[in-house]
């Protein structure tokens, strides 16, 4: 696809991703992606012109905006879930499945500590 940069790609597929089970916001970008508050701005707001992102209101804080993906970006997720599991079998190969199966635990543990 040559409307979205690979830095484009990547946050969409986050905010597809995770914006399946709660909010998603710049701030969290910035941290996950390690880069300046400025620069994800930018991005942002590409983004949003080329239709793929919108941002709407928290009624819990009006300051805050989620981002949330349009029905354009949503056409991108079977590509981005198609990304993943091609990327989840190159790193499992080789690995047999009850270590796998640790990994996993391993994963969910580290994201239920980060809520």
């Given amino acids: ?5 690979n830095m ?4 969409l597929g986050y905010i597809l991703m995770n914006s399946i089970h709660r909010d998603v916001f710049q701030k969290e970008l910035e941290e996950e992606f390690h880069i300046r ?7 942002l707001q590409l983004m949003e012109k080329n ?9 819990s804080d009006a300051r805050q905006k989620k981002i949330v993906p349009t029905p354009k970006a949503e056409a991108y997720r079977g590509e981005v879930l198609a990304k993943i599991q091609k990327i989840e ?12 199966v ?5 994963r969910t543990l580290k994201e239920d500590e980060k809520e």
């Avoid at 696809?1 to 940069?5: M, R, S, V």
């Fill in 8 to 11: 484009q790609r990547n946050i």
């Fill in 51 to 59: 239709g793929f992102i919108a941002r709407e209101p928290v009624p």
């Fill in 89 to 100: 079998e190159r790193l499992a190969k080789g690995i047999p499945e009850e270590e796998r």
């Fill in 102 to 106: 640790l990994l996993q635990m391993l």
């Fill in 1 to 5: 696809n040559g409307e979205l940069t």
């Fill in 37 to 43: 508050k400025s620069t994800v701005t930018g991005i």
